[in-house]
């Protein structure tokens, strides 16, 4: 009889993720002092109103995905977690048009960056779905809380 792994769930407690989410936040605070620190390609595209709607939620996304990856229990975190990076793909997404319309072909570069940058967060957005689904299943088998299984880091 072949034994099948144990199955894992990761919190979000990566130091990758952590740092993008503490750039993001840091980037829509900057945005958010005024004109002089805010991209040309959002004030471009978009005009000071809704540039500034993009910043608010960069810093109020970013402050939310930091705040769910430290929060327990487990599920919970992935939840909250999944509603920050949902939103997060969508703000990173929105810079690519942005910087298309004001820069042409000279912002493929930037553009490309967010783009990668939306489809980390909506792909981590899957993977927290397959994971809650996956403490479903474990609750369904009597394992009510992981994270008290000796697991570091709430990986079950």
């Known amino acids: 009889m072949t034994r099948r792994p144990a199955p894992v769930v990761r919190d979000g407690r990566h130091s990758f993720e ?16 005024g ?8 004030a471009e ?4 109103v ?4 993009w910043y608010v939620m960069l810093l109020a996304l970013g402050l939310f995905a930091l705040g769910a990856v430290h929060t327990h229990p487990l599920r919970r975190a992935l939840q909250l977690e999944r509603i920050a990076m949902i ?11 942005a910087v298309m319309a004001s ?3 000279l912002g493929f570069t930037a553009g490309a960056m967010f783009l990668g940058l939306s489809y980390a ?20 088998n009597g394992v009510n809380d ?3 299984r000796g697991m570091p880091r709430g990986d079950v």
């Open 18 to 33: 952590v740092a993008i989410l503490i750039l993001t936040t840091l980037v829509g605070g900057v945005g958010l002092l």
């Open 146 to 148: 992981p994270q008290t």
């Open 45 to 48: 595209a978009w005009g000071p």
């Open 87 to 97: 939103g997060l793909t969508f703000a990173y997404a929105a810079y690519v048009p």
């Open 35 to 42: 004109p002089g620190f805010r991209s040309n390609a959002i």
């Open 121 to 140: 967060s909506g792909a981590r957005v899957w993977r927290i779905g397959g994971y809650l689904v996956l403490l479903d299943k474990l609750r369904d």
């Open 103 to 105: 820069n042409g072909k």
């Open 50 to 53: 809704p540039g500034s709607v």
